[in-house]
């Protein structure tokens, strides 16, 4: 990658301003019933050794058999990222000892992978995009887990995750920044999660990142890089880059070289470190696995793959700035979850676009935030918060009065026709009752009116007036134009 | 007076159904053998009682009219293929107290149809070796002696103990299994007949892998018939292993009477290699002769890439072997042996636990797979596997049905007459057979004869792809031709 | 090529197998004579030959995604030299 060195992105050190090279390698958990070589449960947590087969427990004679659906989800997501789906590929075995690894070797993809180069349009806060290259997708077998905290001189060893299917998802070094990692990864788990091939649950570790992080003065070739292994959110990961990124920073201006090893970031210390156990030079011995045979599709099985995926997040983010005019931020703020995008179409659909947006950002959004609440589960359904748009575009309520309908909506449910009805919230465009309440404030208010005439500005305040007197119930253009006559205020 | 284990498998069969015994009676006839032939080592395990259970089981079955195919035939399983509840060593200590919990696919087709099992049968460890002098439990001592001489002999190997068992009458018929000759060398050297099937014909499922991409069952029994019979059952289409072919099982007794008037049988000129006794190649031209009288075609073919078989065999097999065995690490089950931490456990374990043939091939497999060597060796031999595949799709391609050659390079030699240093020596005995597993084809070992010195000499058959039954045709041909071999008499009861 | 000494021990300890002091010469001599049988391979001329990765040729099978195994913990760690409450045990592993 020859992109401009973007000057902002530089991290100054005490000598000189360097630039951090990033890539990662993502592993996300294939959505699937069973494990990606045998017929044992995928579920998360359960007893130890309750979701494993005797093939996940490398039992001599047992042989793997691979899961069909694992294979389309793979290709599914290579669709997505817009990748080269290789009609052949091949699974190779890696060998190494580990006790979470009972065959000594993991089944994973070397040479020739299932997906080849593909790429993500990552968005930036500040508005602008970059690109970010995929170099491959393959598939790979999980580890059992290893639990050190049992025992002061054993570790207790548990399969129930080892065979779970991966996708090892490879960039190349093309981010900059920790916030361009963040975005990357964010970008990437919205793809998974609108696709439905992993469900980019980092707190379940459905989703976790192996980060490359290299420094160097712009323009010099690249630097080493260390490579900081299971970061498993995308708040550490930022954290992960910017603490090694100013290790290696250090190390160089006070005249040291950075050795190539596998780091550990530690959180709660804010620092990376070594990691002992995978010091030792690596020698993993790939080959392909005699017990498995290429695996090989035609384009019918891609095409009929492709026919069958979802609109993804960066046409729908096109389409919503095209059909409903709204602005690239707000359009990206609704895709980014594919629930929140469904429920604003359904908001959307026959209705002003920008208003829609404006209430499912502004107001669900905002109190979703306030009681850590999925979309999936808001009170207000989008049918309801559809009706009150409706409301205030038939004149039957105001702005303010929605949102007081929305709480109640919220807070306590109903239909909200029959509430503005049994409630008494209709507002009023009776002409006659509204004048009344302006002649009353006209009246009161002769040194006000006076000045008006001088200070249009003033016309806020007397509308506020009314509506105040009204209980908000007056139909605010009713309110602007009998004043505007009564005030003798152009326009 | 015949005894009723001196039966064939087929006579056996045929005397249940016709009631002239019992599946009990022929069990126990079996069971008292074996108690009496301990001294040969063939079985690592009897499970007499099991075999009791089974045969009276099988009783009920002919009683009521609802026999299956193998009802009441007493089988030993060679110690290889996992037997639910019965401990599976495959020869080694490193598994002394494995007791699987799940039944492999060929033994559980045996069991299915009726078979009886008789005990788990000595081999060389995890099938490494060609004279069953590597298993772990001690040596198997060939029922057969050169005239005059009470020298013991080795029956062969890696299928050592099934071979033996089946030449002494301790079983009507024996599993084997076949990586580089495992199951035709050792026929070849116990007056016996064995046949390795196509890659892929038998489910590897539950048998303990040695070289996956080489391995295949099959049986060792007395006759070529028997064989046949054997095989119609361990084989079949099996769902969990994806190397397993989904082709229905032929029936292969029928395939035995064929002849082969009309076929054409392939002597392919490589095999006449440099040293080989004169005795191995006046019985193959023999077996030429026997088949040209039986109406075949003989037809001088050759196998350019023949030479090159073994020592790519010898890169192919350990690379394999030392992954596959990577398993053994003392977590799961079997051996383990404490150390300070957990590498040291791992090495301490696996030391003790692999004998010295299987240590040498992990060695050797770690080797050829490791930074820098990969595609000098392995992916080389992958290729030279490619070419010795190719060699044979031509001669089929030119009209060849079968090809013949020698089993083995010489007769059965004695127990600790190849412990050289050379590992070599001792994989040479591989030669004739290796080709077959490189290439994924089927091969049976029929006697033909013995050599001066009173020992069994076997020729080889080579088949197409799933071609099984044109090797039990051409097979029976030559063993009706040779005569059924005169097995030892039973010194050693 | 051959392997000295060195090699044995690195490649003993790729393949966690412990090799004594004593083993190690043997075992040179042992891997050396099987390198020297197979050295014949390396004449071979091989260029455009693919490698053989199955060796009959026919589509992989394969599984639907259903769950038919799982429950048996108890087999699972039934032959494990040492268990608890179902796991595994083993000497502790620092990372
Ligand atoms: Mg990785
Ligand atoms: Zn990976």
Redesign the pocket.
Known sequence: MTAPVNPKKLIKGGLHDWEVVIGM?I?AQVTSRSKLFSGASTEFGGEPNDHVSLVDAAMPGMLPVINAECVAQAVRTGLGLKARINHRSVFDRKNYFYPDLPQGYQISQFKDPIVGEGEVIVDLPDGTSITVGVERLHLEQDAGKSLHDQNPTQSFVDLNRSGVALM?I?SRPDLRSSEEARAYVTKLRTILRYLGTCDGDMEKGSLRA?VNVSVRKPGDPLGTRCEIKNVNSIRFIGQAIETEARRQIAIIEDGGTISQETRLFDPAKGETRSMRSKEEAHDYRYFPDPDLLPLEFDQAYVDALAAGLPELPDAKKARFIADYGLSAYDAGVLVAERASADYFEAVAKGRDGKVAANWVINELFGRLNKESLTIESSPVSADRLGAIVDLIAEGVISGKIAKDLFEIVWSEGGDPRALVESRGLRQVTDTGAIEAAVDEIIARNPDKVAQAKEKPTLLGWFVGQTMKATGGKANPAAVNALLKAKLGIEG | MTTLNDLTLAQARDGLKAKDFSAVELAQAHIGAIAAARSLNAYLLETPERALEMAAVADTKIAAGEARPLEGLPLGIKDLFCTHGVTTTAGSKILETFQPHYESAVSHNLWRDGAVMLGKLNLDEFAMGSSNETSAYGSVISPWRRTGSDAPLVPGGSSGGSAAAVAARLCLGATATDTGGSIRQPAAFTGTVGIKPTYGRCSRWGTVAFASSLDQAGPIARTVRDCAILLASMAGPDARDTTCADLAVPDFEAAVSRGVKGLTIGIPKEYRVEGMPAEIQALWDQGADWLRAAGATIREISLPHTKLALPAYYIVAPAEASSNLARYDGVRYGLRVPGRDIAEMYEKTRAAGFGREVKRRIMIGTYVLSAGYYDAYYVRAQKIRTLIKRDFEEAYAAGVDAILTPATPSAAFGIGEKASADPVEMYLNDVFTVTVNMAGLPGIAVPAGLDAQGLPLGLQLIGRPFDEETLFATAQVIEEAAGRTVLPPAWWA | MSVDANTVRRIAHLARIAVSEEEVAPLQDELNAILAFVEQLGAVDVSGIEPMTSVTPMAMKKREDVVTEGGRARDVVFNAPETEDHYFLVPKVVE
């Open positions: 390698e592993h090892e490879v192996d």
